[in-house]
């Protein structure tokens, strides 16, 4: 189900089986407010209400880097509003296309652990939910 998409940038969708919200970046051009809005506030509003317990961030087809911006809000408060809202699995999966987004997925995925949050890395979104599965 989609939950928020921005066109050309970003689309958020729910997946009820393993009560997981799915990120699928295409290009990491967003501003602070659209990320609030796309991942605080919908998503994560959404991931809530039905007890969410995994995000997955899929930057496959990705092209450039996360602004400084918006890694210095996910550093602070996201993975930290992730754990108080019970998203126990953060994980992700690498983009082909750009080895700078890769860098800064990196970057900023460092931060989970600190918030309790296990950090996973896949290589396509079958395999994210199929860990999932086994990973209740």
């Known amino acids: 189900m989609i939950v928020h998409e921005i066109p050309g940038t970003l689309l958020v969708e729910w997946n009820d089986e393993v009560r997981a919200m799915v990120d ?10 659209q990320f609030r809005e796309a991942i605080l506030n919908k998503g994560l509003g959404y991931a809530k209400t039905h007890r969410g317990r ?5 930057g496959t087809r990705a092209k450039g880097a996360m602004p400084e911006d ?4 996910i550093e602070a408060e996201v993975f930290k509003a992730f754990a108080a ?3 126990k699995y953060f994980i992700t999966i690498k983009s082909t296309a750009s080895a700078v987004a890769n860098m800064s997925i990196k970057s900023f995925a460092a ?8 950090l996973v890395e896949v290589p396509d979104q079958d395999k994210a939910i199929a860990w999932l599965r086994e990973h209740p």
């Open 24 to 33: 699928t970046w295409s290009a990491y051009r967003i501003t602070v407010p």
């Open 54 to 58: 995994a995000w997955v961030m899929d």
């Open 70 to 73: 918006v890694q210095k809000l």
């Open 85 to 87: 809202n019970g998203i």
């Open 111 to 118: 931060h989970a652990g600190p918030c309790g949050i296990q």
